[in-house]
């Protein structure tokens, strides 16, 4: 096979294992959402969505834009260079997790908020911090050609997040129970 071929077999195998990944999570989800709702009732609907809202902008404001950038960089150096890049990038993100997390925790235990409330925000900050470093890790693997190695878990940490949560949830821990599958989840 020529040099053109194998490139169109990598990129289309690159973008099949990143689709498989989303349409994994969701599948997990579309059925997850309704059995969640039934599950928590409507105010427990309420504060999932409400946390949820807040994980997303955390989401984004923690990654500062690393994800995207060490897979631009790694994937275009070699060597010394890469593992400076590599390092380097993994020292910004524990530092920024390092001082945001705890600042975070301490917001979230001096605001006057409902004990339900507070207890799924900090298990999100646990699930902020996995999550941030598996973007690293997943940004990396995309670099070096290697998605199928890195987007199946997406869908496996779905199903966990479920699995537990709805558990959890269904035996009487409620919408905490949804948030400590998210924290088991996105540790994993």
Known sequence: ???????????????????SGDVGRLLVFVAFIPVLAR??????????ALVMATFAVLRTLLNVGLFEAIKTHVARTTGAERRRIVITSFVIQVTILAVALPLLGIVITIINLDATLKI????????LAGEQLFLFGRG?????????????????RSVVLAVVGIGLAATGYGVLGVFTGFAVAFLL
């Open 1 to 19: 096979t020529s040099s053109a071929e194998r490139s169109t077999k990598s990129i289309v195998a690159g973008y099949a294992s990143v689709l």
């Open 140 to 156: 990396i693997l995309h670099a070096l050609n290697s998605e199928a190695s890195v987007e199946w878990m997406i869908a496996v």
């Open 39 to 48: 599950t928590v009732g409507s105010a427990g609907y309420g504060q999932y």
């Open 120 to 127: 799924s925000l900090q298990l999100l900050l646990i699930s």
